[in-house]
């Protein structure tokens, strides 16, 4: 009898033997595991103070881009007003020089035939010099906003890119 309690008492030593073993290889591993989470977790904490990092600076280039946009829209805005007024002033000088011309013209149907004749031919030149004058100016008007617009454009598109 005191035999099978012998074996039996050796049999669950044995079994409580493997049990330590068994458990002893879990805490070893679940350790392991332990330690490859901690690092897993500084890694995605550094990641996140990166990624925290580069949001500001991404927010921060946002917020320029945009008060750059609007500065540009208020420019746009201004010029085009100020092509609108040109061409207001233009049209109103077109219809000044038209009514002026009128006005030579009937005077020059009162004068003789030879000054109207004289007058009419310098007339007719200060009348194409003036028109050319003003074609100049509405051209070069013109040309100085289309610059300016495609600078401008040109700037924002080399600022989103």
């Known amino acids: 009898m005191k035999s099978k309690n012998y074996e039996d008492i050796q049999h669950r030593r044995d079994g409580d033997k493997e049990k330590i073993a068994q458990w002893t290889n879990a805490i070893a591993d679940a350790?392991?595991?332990?330690?490859?989470?901690?690092?897993?977790?500084?890694?995605?904490?550094?990641?996140?103070?990166r990624l925290n990092g580069d949001n500001s600076r991404l927010w921060e280039e946002l917020t320029k881009a945009r008060n750059d946009l609007d500065e540009e829209t208020l420019g746009r805005i201004d010029f085009q007003n100020q092509v609108q007024t040109l061409m207001e002033e233009l049209e109103f000088l077109r219809r000044v020089h038209e009514q002026e011309v009128k006005e030579l013209q009937?005077?020059?149907?009162?004068?003789?035939?030879?000054?109207?004749?004289?007058?009419?031919?310098?007339?007719?030149?200060?009348?194409?010099d003036i028109k050319d004058e003003y074609?100049?100016?509405?051209?070069?008007?013109?040309?100085?906003?289309?610059?300016?617009?495609?600078?401008?454009?040109?700037?924002?598109?080399?600022?989103?890119?």
């Open 31 to 49: 350790q392991s595991e332990l330690e490859m989470l901690r690092a897993r977790w500084k890694q995605l904490t550094d990641e996140e103070k």
């Open 106 to 128: 009937a005077l020059l149907a009162q004068a003789p035939a030879d000054t109207r004749e004289f007058f009419k031919n310098e007339l007719a030149l200060a009348i194409r």
């Open 135 to 161: 074609d100049y100016i509405a051209q070069q008007g013109r040309q100085d906003m289309e610059s300016f617009y495609k600078l401008k454009v040109s700037y924002l598109n080399n600022i989103k890119c």
